[in-house]
């Protein structure tokens, strides 16, 4: 539930339990004093009727007696029913007396009561007629008159209260929408920011208005965009210092390289012919000046790879020679190839060469024969599976198997590789448009999958 809906929904239930309880308590003492004054004024009424009988007649009173008594008070609007001894004379419908109003009226005291006629409500009032002396006459006079005018003055009152309740209701709900406006936008705003910020524009601010907290908190958030734009932007000069101190390290020992790689390939030529530890010393220094220009290059590959100056070289070719060209280059020979023919693909083949030939040396390296390497198309992509049956990728080494200098068997000491080979490899089919992924098969052993498109660069 957003911010702004609940805000409408607090806003609304506060201006209906305040409505009910206002406008209610207004309708229920409105209607009572309605209803009260009316039952009084009829009461009175009647009494004054009734007081202009007397004096009454000594003798018992006859049916003509009390059908004129019965007209004399039964008034304009209403009817009225006179009774003694057992008879009752007057146009009022006996059948709406109740027996509690009866019982009342008996007693000697002035009822009243609200009884339902006629489809609507009716008031009927009752007393006793006394002699001179006090005592009771023994006729009892009853008035039935409509209270219809005073149901519809509450009635009145009723509508009124829902309108006002309904008035109430709609202009909390204006005031909540128009509140939440001015609170809300702040919020807006700011969550715009941060997501400017998240998508990497550190120069994303909230403007800061007046001194409330939604204020403090735009405040805060700048100074944090702040302090994060400054750190990031040194994070990133340090890292393009780094960056341009590997190009330029690497560049300069490629010089030195060349050279020393052609003395050594002098020494290893003449090492049969040097003794036992001359020519121990002679290999030595020619593999490791091997494994230093191979770690070189793969540092300026990387370098272009970060600068964004790799590019690609795309030609339309047949896969499987390049795979074969690759295998029989670097003496693969250990390797069961699937290598179908006629499958053409539009790539860089010195890039493909490079992910093939890491794969398989990391998997010949690594894992135990036999290693399979298997081609296939999928769709509009090109599929490259290297497996060997080692024991496979522990679960703590799969996360990393694609980052630069991570070298599983570190522990086990120095390792010929750079710790690059793979990371490459994965820059080399992320250029293409593709991807490499890395995996255990479920009967032992790692596999790596080359996609790249067929097409190109994807």
């Given amino acids: 539930m957003t911010l702004r809906l609940r805000l409408l929904l607090a806003f609304a239930f506060l201006s209906i339990v305040t409505a009910v309880a206002v406008a209610g308590a207004g309708y229920v003492r409105s209607r009572d004093a309605i209803v009260q004054r009316a039952q009084d004024n009829a009461v ?23 059908e004129r008594i019965a007209g004399k008070v039964s008034g304009r609007e209403g009817t009225a029913l006179a009774s003694a001894n057992g008879q009752s004379s007057g146009s009022m419908d006996a059948s709406v007396i109740t027996p509690e ?7 000697g005291r002035v009822g009243w009561q609200r009884v339902p006629y006629a489809g609507g409500v009716w008031l009927v009032v009752g007393m006793q007629l006394r002699v001179s002396s006090g005592d009771t006459s023994g006729i009892e006079v009853y008035v039935l008159r409509p209270f219809t005018s005073e149901i519809e003055v509450v009635d009145e009152l009723a509508r009124n209260a829902w309108l006002i309740g309904g008035a ?27 997501w400017r910020l998240g998508q990497g524009d550190l120069t994303a601010r909230v403007p800061v208005r007046g001194r409330d907290e939604l204020a403090s908190v735009a405040s805060t958030f700048n100074s944090t965009a702040s302090s994060l734009e400054h750190h990031v932007g040194e994070l990133r000069r340090m890292e393009a210092d780094a960056r341009r101190f590997v190009a330029d390290v690497s560049h300069e020992l490629r010089t030195p390289l060349t050279a020393m790689t052609a003395v050594t390939d002098v020494l290893d030529a003449e090492t049969a012919a040097l003794p036992g530890v001359a020519g121990q010393a002679a290999r030595l220094v020619n593999r490791e000046t091997q494994n230093l220009t191979r770690l070189v290059n793969d540092l300026i590959e990387v370098t272009r ?7 690609l070289a795309l030609d339309d070719f ?127 052993g790692a596999l790596f999958t080359l996609r790249l498109p067929l097409g190109g660069e994807s």
Avoid at 101 to 107: G, I, K, P, Q, Y
């Fill in 305 to 311: 790879f970060d600068s964004g100056t790799a590019a």
């Fill in 101 to 107: 109003l009866r019982a009342l009226v008996s007693s």
């Fill in 318 to 444: 047949d896969v499987a020679d390049v795979v074969r060209a690759t295998l029989r280059m670097r003496g693969f020979t250990d390797v069961t190839a699937s290598l179908p023919s006629g499958v053409r693909a539009r790539l860089d083949p010195r890039r493909l060469d490079v992910i093939v030939a890491n794969l398989v040396g990391n998997a010949l390296r690594h894992g135990s024969p036999p290693v399979t390497l298997s081609l296939s198309v999928s769709e509009a992509f090109l599929v490259i599976e290297v497996a060997d049956s080692g024991p496979g990728l522990a679960a703590e080494v799969l996360p990393h198997v694609f980052a630069r200098f991570y070298k599983a068997d570190s522990a086990r000491g120095r390792s010929k590789g750079s710790g690059l080979g793979l990371a490459i490899a994965w820059e080399n089919a992320r250029l293409h448009g593709g991807t490499l992924a890395a995996a255990n098969r479920p009967g032992g």
């Fill in 44 to 66: 009175i009424e009647t009494t004054n009727r009734v007081e202009q009988l007397y004096p009454l007649p000594a003798r018992p009173p006859d049916a003509a007696a009390l």
């Fill in 168 to 194: 109430g209701l709609v202009l909390a709900l204006a005031l909540a929408f128009l509140a939440s406006r001015g609170v809300l936008r702040p919020v807006r705003e700011l969550q715009l920011a941060a």
